[in-house]
């Protein structure tokens, strides 16, 4: 499929989004922004991962797709799980022993790697359906909710993430254009404004929260169309990076920690943590981006990805 700068668009603002709320110094001064955007950033992730999966293809070639997601999950999650049980972080490890690490690895994963253990789970139920059911979309769909209630019982997966993620899938069965079913609108702006004013749709399983996600992506794509040109490649670029943006950015966000005590107090904790964030982001983004060219650069590439090159012009 031939990229969609619209989509690249509303990754790149979800990538920030999730980089800047996973630096803790900003999530606790800002609690209320931390929800609303907990609310629609991995949500929306998951609807355009749906939609840009591929089932079409052989079964050798799927496979090595979902492995080659498999590899850095198991290397980026084994890493957290480690760091947890060593650093004093809110998901701290008392006790690991070998077989509380292969819960967390491969039931419930700590930290956000959450987000590629859903996909990988996911896409393989929804090829795996849309192999042996040729009959209507609907008749897949039902296949594909069923089974994904059946991993939700064991704790393995989120349901409503889940859905998410099919909601993107049926997107792209029924041959429809993300800009069809987002319709870009100056409306929804102010329809998500008035909607996350109430606290009880800032939960992207309830009914609030799905339309919350909707107005984030059809006022993304309408504000897409108002960004000058000229800004337009940069914003791309990071949208079309996300997956090491993602990978790596937790290594910095936890050295950025160290940074904090440079930021004078006297400002007051809102001015500080705006001034942590606009230097802690773009931090993290390079630091992110700098490691992805050094195993590039060395070749250690192949082996966490399956490809020599990573970054994506």
């Known amino acids: 499929m031939n990229r969609i700068n619209e989509l690249d668009f ?65 290397v980026m999650e084994s890493g957290y799980i480690v760091m947890a049980s060593l650093l004093p972080i809110n998901e701290h490890i008392d006790n690991l022993t070998p077989m509380v690490f292969l819960e967390r690895l491969l039931v419930r994963p700590l ?19 849309g192999r042996l059911l040729k009959g209507h979309v609907m008749i897949r769909l039902l296949a594909c909710i069923g089974a994904c209630k059946l991993l939700s019982l064991t704790g393995a997966l989120s349901f409503p993430c889940a859905m998410y993620f099919f909601a993107g899938a049926v997107a792209r069965m029924l041959g429809m254009s993300m800009k069809e079913v987002f319709r870009p609108m100056w409306l929804s702006v102010v329809l998500f404004a008035v909607l996350m004013v109430d606290g009880a749709n800032l939960d992207k399983a309830t009914p609030g929260g799905v339309l919350i996600v909707y107005f984030v992506m059809s006022a993304g794509m309408w504000f897409y169309a108002k960004i000058p040109r000229s800004f337009r490649p940069p914003l791309l670029w990071v949208g079309r990076n996300t997956m090491v943006i993602y990978l790596f950015s937790p290594i910095f966000t936890i050295v950025c920690r160290q940074l904090l005590p440079l930021f004078p107090t006297v400002i007051g904790e809102e001015a500080r943590a705006v001034l942590f964030m606009t230097v ?17 650069l060395t070749g250690t590439a192949r082996l966490m990805f399956g490809k020599n090159k990573v970054l994506v012009g």
């Open 10 to 74: 509303l990754k790149c603002l979800f990538i920030l989004l999730m980089v800047a709320f996973h630096l803790t110094y900003i999530s606790a001064v800002f609690p209320c922004a931390k929800q609303v955007v907990y609310t629609f950033h991995m949500p929306g992730f998951l609807v355009i991962s749906g939609y840009l999966m591929n089932i079409r293809k052989e079964a050798g070639a799927f496979l090595r797709m979902m492995w080659w997601l498999f590899v850095p999950y198991v």
């Open 111 to 129: 930290g956000p790697y959450w987000y590629l253990q859903a996909m990988i789970l996911c896409g393989a139920v929804y090829y795996v359906a």
């Open 280 to 296: 802690a982001l773009p931090l993290c983004v390079l630091g992110s981006v700098a490691t992805a060219r050094l195993l590039e």
